[in-house]
């Protein structure tokens, strides 16, 4: 057996074991521990992004506070000049 892996016994309701059954007998997935792994490394990235998207929320709520905001005027010159150098670039 691997080093780097751990045997796990874990129970699922009828309906997500017949998903992992299903991915397994159609191909799309090797094995049972396939699809495991597979959602837990989805649900591993899901946390770090809600933990990114919070962090940004914190820091935006911070400067409404502090007043560090952009006017109207302000974010349509910045979008201009983010156009300006996107269509001067060949839009890459």
Known sequence: MDENLAVMIV???LALEEFVRQRVATG?????????CE??????EQEA?????RKKI?????E????QLLTP???????????KVWM?????
């Open 49 to 53: 992004w809600k933990s990114e998207a």
């Open 73 to 83: 005027e302000q974010v349509r010159q910045e979008l201009a000049d983010r156009k």
């Open 64 to 67: 409404a506070h502090t007043t």
């Open 11 to 13: 129970s699922l309701p």
């Open 39 to 44: 959602g837990l490394r989805l649900l591993r």
């Open 88 to 92: 001067e670039h060949g839009r890459e």
């Open 28 to 36: 799309q997935s090797k094995s049972a521990d396939e699809v495991v």
């Open 58 to 62: 914190d820091e935006g709520w911070e």
